[in-house]
C-alpha cells in the first residue's frame, strides 16, 4: 500500500499549545494553592468532547466570593498571548519540506476550531502547505470519533489505506486507526506515560527522521 497524502494533527504536532495551555491551568491551579490534576487534564488532549472542565473544578475547590467568568477571560488571554509566540515544533519544517520534494498532498484534522487553527498557520506562513483544513467547525464530533479524518481523506480525494495520520495524541490515534488510515504517533509529553500501541509507529519528535524514513517503517 502506497502513501498517497499524510494528514496532521495541529495541536501539540505542529505548536507546542497544549503545553502552552497546562501551563496557564497550572499557574491558575497555583493562585488559590491546588495542583492541577494531570490524570484528568490527560482527557482532554486531543478532543473537544471530553467531560471534565478544570475551571468548574477549581470553582469547586475554592468555594464561593470569586468571579470566575473574568478569572477565565485573564486566565485565557494570558494562554492565547503566549501562543502567539509559539513557532512550529523541532522537525515540523523539515517533514513538510520533505512532503513537498515527494509531491505528497497534506491536510490538517484538528479538534480545534478553524479561526484557531487558520490564524496560527498564517502567522508561522504554513498556510499554503496544506490542501485542506479540517477542524471542529466541520464535524459533529471531534476526536477520537474518525469524522475529521474521514473528512480530511475526502477533502484529499484520497482512501484511508493511501493516507497517512501524524498525531500527538491518544485521541488522535484512536480516531485515526478507525478512519481506516496508517498513524506515526508523536507521544505529547503530558501524555508519555501512556500506551501509544495503537499506533503503527512512534517516534519522540519529527526531528528524529526524515520523512522517508518514517514512511519506510510504515512498510
Known amino acids: 500500500m502506497s502513501v498517497r497524502a499524510l494528514v496532521f494533527d495541529f495541536d501539540g504536532l505542529i505548536i507546542a499549545s497544549e503545553t502552552n495551555a497546562v501551563r496557564s491551568w497550572q499557574d491558575l491551579y497555583a493562585r488559590f494553592g491546588h495542583q492541577l490534576p494531570l ?46 509566540a509559539l513557532q512550529a515544533l523541532p522537525g515540523v519544517i523539515d517533514r513538510l519540506d520533505d512532503a513537498r520534494r515527494l509531491g505528497l498532498p497534506l491536510a490538517i484534522a484538528s479538534s480545534s476550531d478553524r479561526a484557531w487553527v487558520v490564524g496560527h498557520l498564517d502567522r508561522l506562513d504554513l498556510a499554503g502547505r496544506f490542501e485542506a483544513v479540517i477542524t471542529r467547525d466541520d464535524v459533529t464530533r471531534t476526536k477520537p470519533d474518525p469524522e475529521l479524518y474521514t473528512r480530511a481523506i475526502a477533502a484529499l480525494s484520497m482512501t484511508p489505506e493511501h493516507v497517512v495520520a501524524i498525531e500527538d495524541s491518544l485521541h488522535g490515534v484512536i480516531a485515526a486507526k478507525a478512519a481506516g488510515m496508517r498513524c506515526v504517533a508523536v507521544p505529547n509529553p503530558l501524555l508519555a506515560h501512556e500506551d501509544y500501541s495503537a499506533a503503527d509507529i512512534c517516534v519522540p519528535s519529527l526531528a528524529d527522521a526524515t520523512l522517508e524514513a518514517l514512511l519506510a517503517r510504515l512498510g
Open 39 to 84: 490524570e484528568k487534564w490527560a482527557t482532554l488532549i486531543g478532543t473537544w468532547d471530553a467531560e471534565w472542565d478544570p475551571g468548574a473544578e477549581l470553582a469547586e475547590r475554592v468555594g464561593n466570593g470569586h468571579d470566575w467568568e473574568a478569572i477565565e477571560r485573564e486566565r485565557r488571554a494570558a494562554e492565547l498571548a503566549a501562543a502567539h
